[in-house]
């Protein structure tokens, strides 16, 4: 139709893997000049034609998008490259502003580069939209390890030992949530060092290791506890 053949063509560049582009036209190439077209009933017709051929394919490319990003955010983490993670992490936001996997890799990295306040921000935003992401609540317990806030860490690491067995009964996914608890008892374990709750730290130390399905680290919280 009239008002949807110059972007149809562009979104079936999209599906073909083609960029799309504008170039930068110092003088013009040409002289295009139609008149005003009314909106019709026709416009209707092939926007409604449009959006059927055209809006889920979108999604699904958008999606791809999110996983590819995702995955290599969380590389950047691992490779300690944050502000790369951070720029893919808005990336994310920029095709879904409430990823909450976007968020808490924006809240880690942030985490990482010692920005705190950025960080607890983030780490906000996603338990808005999730109370129940974990990992929201660890890195916030990396938080107050940093500041040397011990007490509140050990509060928040109580409570999320607690929520993660309470999830784990309900029968939820237990690989979800099996990491995140060997990583809170293990920063449980060093928080009560650092304020000489030796035996506490003793206990929280091998709770880990008994999670623990990595022999090697096994041995490093053996070793902790002892």
């Known amino acids: 139709g009239w008002h949807f053949y110059d972007v149809s063509q562009s979104m079936e560049f999209i599906k073909n893997n083609y960029y799309v582009v504008v170039p930068n036209v110092d003088k013009s190439w040409v002289m295009h000049a139609c008149g005003d077209k009314e909106i019709d009933e026709n416009y209707y017709k092939y926007c409604e034609c449009f959006l059927k051929e055209y809006v889920d394919m979108n999604n699904k490319r958008n999606q791809a998008d999110i996983v590819y990003l995702t995955n290599l955010a969380a590389s950047c983490i691992a490779e300690k490259r944050f502000d790369d993670a951070i720029d893919n992490g808005v990336n994310i936001l920029n095709i879904d502003n409430n990823n909450v996997d976007a968020l808490y890799i924006l809240a880690s990295a942030y985490m990482h580069k010692d920005d705190f306040d950025k960080a607890i921000f983030y780490i906000e935003k996603v338990l808005a939209i999730d109370e129940l992401y974990v990992g929201a609540y660890i890195v916030l317990a990396y938080v107050y390890k940093k500041q040397l806030k011990i007490n509140e860490?050990?509060?928040?690491?109580?409570?999320?030992?607690?929520?993660?067995?309470?999830?784990?009964?309900?029968?939820?996914?237990?690989?979800?949530?099996?990491?995140?608890?060997?990583?809170?008892?293990?920063?449980?374990?060093?928080?009560?060092?650092?304020?000489?709750?030796?035996?506490?730290?003793?206990?929280?130390?091998?709770?880990?290791?008994?999670?623990?399905?990595?022999?090697?680290?096994?041995?490093?919280?053996?070793?902790?506890?002892?």
Do not use: M, P, R
Not at 167 to 180: F, I, P, R, V
Not at 186 to 214: D, M, Q, W
């Open 153 to 226: 860490e050990i509060e928040l690491l109580k409570t999320v030992i607690s929520l993660i067995v309470a999830e784990q009964n309900n029968n939820k996914d237990d690989t979800l949530y099996h990491k995140s608890l060997v990583e809170a008892w293990s920063l449980l374990g060093s928080a009560y060092t650092l304020i000489n709750e030796t035996i506490k730290a003793v206990e929280a130390f091998i709770e880990c290791s008994l999670l623990e399905k990595n022999e090697q680290q096994k041995l490093v919280e053996y070793s902790n506890a002892l």
